[in-house]
């Protein structure tokens, strides 16, 4: 096996990544996350309510609960903005339960530069004029798409309106002039997906199933 | 009427007990088979990288050409769930792949064989092959609806072993005396074992239709029995590290296991990373097998594999 360009990538593209997770799920969930794909990332954090000096998690002054969420999801790039804003050029949120090819993320964001104010997931077209990124699975950050946000808060540009973590980011960076960028392949096929692959490789979704209208690109079947 | 009755209940008993000695020394007969090895386990392992990356490009296509793999995927209706996944994923890697079932099924295409029983079903699906097919192939893959293969791993392990010779090979188990290959796993038989086996099938004595034992014996224990009496012995097949290739266990299950014996190592350690089988998948499994060993690749890594074998056309 040859790694090369693997390699010349992860220089290049620098991604940091920090997981959505908890007390209650650290060692169930993000345990495996640590001991598998968070070790491509260029620095991996693991964002808690409790802080935990062993494992290691960050203690965000949040409680748990799905309450909570997008309250979480504000302190965790605060976090991040203020202690590793130097240390990468994308920065990317994720679930104890989803799984990230790191190899390939770099792939879609080489050609991008992090000076501009963009962000990538898996789009959704309802309530947002331009999109916003569904929350389940995984969305990044370029750094000027982060120093935005992190700005936003704190002149309060934005403010915590709802506990729905994904639509109200997504409104947020669409207020301050972040673009929703495309994620698509080369042959416009999806790259984030919400649901393990076994959904997404052997379900059929009934024709009310509400995913088919939120699906910003039409999709194939 | 005592005396005739306790007459009676002693010859019953001494035809029952007799009865059971004969049947028993028809097992011993077994266990005694041929002296050819000692071993208590075979082991076979894939061929060596080197030794393959050192033949000229000409001789590296003609090797991938030279073996062609038949596959039997022994069904019975209440599989249909994991025979359409079988038909629709792997088994297009075969070059030939035929479906024995036990009856006739309106669905899908198969050769029915008219039997319920798994040894009969076993005995005709390899008799029928022999039959039709002893000029065209050279290998002999067997499998059960819920097993998972990469025919081209198969191919890369058979690559320097003659098919000529009598080879039986998979993930073995040993029973007593008798080391057999688990069906679970896959069954690999070279054409010779193959042409040894539909003789010994017509012989009644060591390799009857009914095990001729007390409690009935399953399949692939069978199979071991009828093979030894030909001078075929089992072998685990294994890559260069020891690790099985052939595996009678799901990724899901082996990665479990491997959480708890070497929780340090649990994806290096857990399975060959060139697997040929994984057993126990339930239908949908088999196509995310599918995603993820032929789609899904990571970027920027690049495989140098020594030889690429190219599915069948169509």
């Known amino acids: ?221 | 009427m005592i005396s005739e009755s306790s007459s009676f209940v002693k010859g019953v008993v001494l035809g029952g007990a007799f009865c059971v000695v004969v049947t028993l020394l028809g097992h011993i007969k077994v266990g005694h088979g041929t002296k050819a090895r000692h071993h208590e386990h075979h082991h076979i392992q894939a061929p060596n990288k080197e030794d393959v990356l050192n033949l000229s490009e000409g001789e590296r296509m003609e090797l991938s050409k030279s073996i062609r793999v038949y596959c039997i995927v022994l069904v019975k209706p209440k599989d249909l769930g994991h025979w359409a996944a079988v038909k629709e994923t792997w088994s297009k890697h075969c070059d030939k792949v035929e479906f024995y079932s036990s009856e006739n099924v309106k669905v899908f295409e198969s050769v029915a064989l008219n039997t319920n029983d798994m040894w009969v079903m076993m005995r005709k699906a390899y008799k029928i092959t022999y039959e039709r097919y002893k000029d065209e192939f050279n290998w002999f893959f067997l499998a059960y609806p819920t097993t998972f293969a990469i025919i081209e791993n198969l191919k890369y392990f058979l690559l320097k072993k003659d098919p000529s010779q009598p080879f039986y090979i998979g993930h073995t188990m040993k029973s007593g005396d008798l080391e057999y290959v688990d069906g679970e796993g896959g069954i690999v038989l070279s054409i010779e074992s193959l042409r040894r086996l539909s003789r010994v099938l017509e012989d009644s004595d060591k390799c009857p239709e009914q095990g001729g034992m007390l409690w009935k014996l399953d399949e692939d224990k069978q199979l071991a029995i009828c093979l030894k009496y030909t001078g075929v012995f089992a072998e685990n097949a294994e890559d260069s590290e020891g690790k099985d290739v052939f595996n009678t266990k799901s990724v899901g299950a082996l990665i479990k296991e491997a959480m708890s014996t070497h929780p340090q190592q649990v994806v290096d350690g857990c399975c060959s990373d060139m697997a040929i089988t994984f057993s126990g998948l339930a239908p949908n499994h088999m196509h995310v097998m599918m995603y993820g060993v032929y789609r899904l690749r990571p970027y920027g890594h690049t495989y140098n594999d020594a030889l690429v074998f190219l599915p069948p056309t169509g």
């Not at chain 1, 693991?46 to 609960?65: C, K, W």
């Not at chain 1, 909570?68 to 302190?75: A, D, S």
């Not at chain 1, 605060?78 to 989803?98: E, M, S």
């Not at chain 1, 999806?190 to 379900?203: G, Y």
Request: proline share 5%; net charge positive; hydrophobic share 40%.
């Open chain 1, 1 to 221: 096996e040859d790694a090369g360009e693997a390699r010349a990538l992860y220089e290049r593209v620098r991604i940091l990544c920090w997981v959505m997770t908890g007390p209650r799920t650290l060692e169930t969930k993000a345990r495996h996350v640590r001991a598998t794909w968070a070790r491509h990332c260029n620095v991996a954090l693991f964002m808690s309510s409790e802080v935990d000096e062993r494992f290691p998690a960050v203690g965000l002054p949040v409680q748990e609960g799905r309450h909570q969420l997008y309250w979480k999801t504000i302190r965790a790039f605060q976090y991040v903005h203020r202690h590793h804003l130097g240390q990468a050029d994308w920065f990317l949120k994720a679930d104890d339960d989803t799984f990230l090819v790191v190899a390939n993320l770099r792939w879609l964001l080489a050609g991008r530069s992090p000076e501009r104010p963009i962000y990538f997931g898996k789009r959704f077209k309802p309530f947002v004029k331009q999109g916003y990124m569904s929350g389940g699975a995984g969305y990044v950050l370029s750094k000027e798409a982060l120093r935005r946000l992190v700005a936003a808060f704190a002149s309060r540009t934005c403010t915590h309106t709802s506990a729905v973590e994904d639509l109200a980011l997504g409104q947020c960076l669409e207020k301050v002039g972040v673009e929703a960028g495309d994620s698509r392949d080369t042959w416009g096929r999806e790259t984030f997906h919400p649901f393990p692959p076994e959904s997404h490789l052997t379900d059929k979704f009934s024709q009310s199933f509400w995913y088919w209208s939120y699906c910003y690109y039409p999709i194939v079947e």
